[in-house]
């Protein structure tokens, strides 16, 4: 059985596609909630699936190199990473953006990005598969926490896919849907969210590409 990472598993996006994932794959589920990934793992269970928790911090650099290894250890390979992990600073004004907050945006969304890329391409390559989440958000006002690194993300994220398109691995950059996770209720806490996609629905529509 083919073997999938899912960062950012506990909840949202990455969860819903961890669960469309498991008749196909033994999911790898990696997140800092615990509660969320061994919920996810009963759910998982209970569908007649596979899971790995791995509840870790994928800031911390010495984690992500040990879970590499272990998957190496395990598997030899990876056959697909699907990065559903960021965090989400506060709404702000471009000239107040709170260094806290910031650093910690830098950290998740940029750095800890980096850092599993360097760590996982020898996993992935030539033939493995990794698939990030492109968000339109990025760049409109009061965004700058989230949205100049989610945009450094993706542009890391293209420099890979560049490289990688005559040698592996593939990458690929999805947009999703507008969904009602914690994230965006952060972002638009007055929205209607009975007017959203779920992540449900929008793991069914976006799997086709991720498995293709």
């Given at each position: 059985m083919p073997t999938a990472l899912v960062t950012g598993a506990s909840r949202g996006l990455g969860y819903a596609v961890a669960m469309a994932l498991a008749p196909t794959h033994h999911v790898v589920a990696v997140a800092r909630t615990v509660g969320g990934l061994e919920e996810l793992d009963d759910r998982i269970q209970a569908s007649g699936g596979q899971a790995t928790l791995a509840p870790?911090?994928?800031?911390?650099?010495?984690?992500?190199?040990?879970?590499?290894?272990?998957?190496?250890?395990?598997?030899?390979?990876?056959?697909?990473?699907?990065?559903?992990a960021i965090h989400a600073g506060p709404l702000a004004p471009a000239g107040h953006l709170a260094t806290k907050d910031f650093d910690r945006s830098i950290a998740v969304n940029l750095r800890a990005t980096a850092d599993l890329i360097a760590?996982?391409?020898?996993?992935?390559?030539?033939?493995?598969?990794?698939?990030?989440?492109?968000?339109?958000?990025?760049?409109?006002?009061?965004?700058?926490?989230?949205?100049?690194?989610?945009?450094?993300?993706i542009a890391l994220a293209r420099s890979w896919q560049a490289e990688g398109e005559r040698i592996g691995p593939r990458v690929s950059i999805l947009e999703p849907w507008p969904m009602p996770t914690a994230t965006r209720s952060r972002f638009f806490p007055g929205e209607n969210r009975a007017a959203l996609t779920s992540p449900q629905q929008e793991a069914a529509r976006l799997l086709p590409a991720i498995l293709g």
């Open positions: 870790m911090d994928i800031t911390v650099p010495e984690a992500m190199r040990q879970l590499a290894r272990s998957i190496f250890d395990r598997w030899g390979k990876l056959d697909l990473w699907i990065h559903a760590v996982l391409n020898p996993l992935l390559s030539p033939s493995g598969h990794a698939v990030f989440f492109d968000d339109a958000s990025a760049g409109e006002k009061f965004f700058g926490h989230y949205g100049s690194t989610k945009a450094g993300q």
